[in-house]
């Protein structure tokens, strides 16, 4: 069965400093990759997505996330992080249409002015 | 459009009411999904619909009963519901189709309180 794991639950950078959050993923072959980003009380944002192809993916707001076979690993990033950033980011594996998302369990994003 | 809208936003009913959430999207998606969230979780999957057919159902308690009237809307009614399931509910759509891109769009939630 397919599994996410996101080790940080609780990240705080200051602005301006560069993020990666760290995600994990176990799937028998090449899953949909996701990454999602939650305000509080809101609904899920898409911030990027990987299929196939360019194992470097850019998405909305200034993140990458880089897809890493080897290591089972779908890593964000963004080099410069934004007070407006801090939110809950949620790691997802999608593994065919119409079946279920598996999230991992979020990393809190707090970051210092 | 890219939107996904679920009303009512917040929703406060009685262990003994009758509610209904709602969402609609019309972006062509034949998969529409039903999600529960507790604070500070990720979200869970309740149901999910393909084609206007429930597909999955992950063995939610039948105070939740799913419906999907045509290929834009979905319903979640509620019936006597028990405290502990005040959460936010989320609604996804995504395509289902070989070809297509299987990302979920999700809807802002309702959020609920059972009193």
């Known amino acids: 069965a397919q599994s996410v794991t996101q080790p940080d639950i609780h990240i705080t950078v200051s602005e301006g400093a560069s993020l990666e959050l760290r995600c994990n993923y176990s799937y028998g072959a090449t899953p949909y990759l996701f990454w999602y980003v939650q305000s509080p009380g809101q609904g899920l944002q898409l911030l990027l997505k990987y299929f196939s192809g360019d194992t470097l993916v850019q998405g909305i707001k200034g993140f990458e996330a880089e897809f890493k076979r080897s290591q089972s690993s779908f890593n964000l990033r963004k080099p410069s992080v934004h007070w407006s950033d801090a939110a809950e980011y949620f790691c997802a594996v999608g593994p065919n249409y119409g079946q279920n998302f598996v999230f991992g369990p979020g990393t809190r994003l707090s970051v210092l002015p | 459009d890219t939107e996904v809208t679920q009303t009512p936003k917040h929703l406060v009913m009685g262990m003994t009411n009758k509610k209904s959430l709602k969402c609609e999207q019309h972006m062509g998606h034949r998969a529409m999904y039903w999600y529960k969230q507790k604070a500070k979780k990720p979200p869970e999957l309740m149901f999910v619909y393909s084609y206007e057919k429930l597909s999955i159902n992950e063995s939610v308690p039948s105070r939740f009963s799913p419906e999907c009237p045509n290929s834009s809307l979905l319903n979640l009614h509620l019936h006597a519901l028990q405290p502990e399931d005040s959460a936010l509910y989320l609604c996804?759509?995504?395509?289902?189709?070989?070809?297509?891109?299987?990302?979920?769009?999700f809807g802002q939630g309702t959020r609920l309180t059972v009193v």
């Open positions: 996804a759509s995504s395509q289902q189709r070989t070809g297509g891109s299987p990302e979920a769009f």
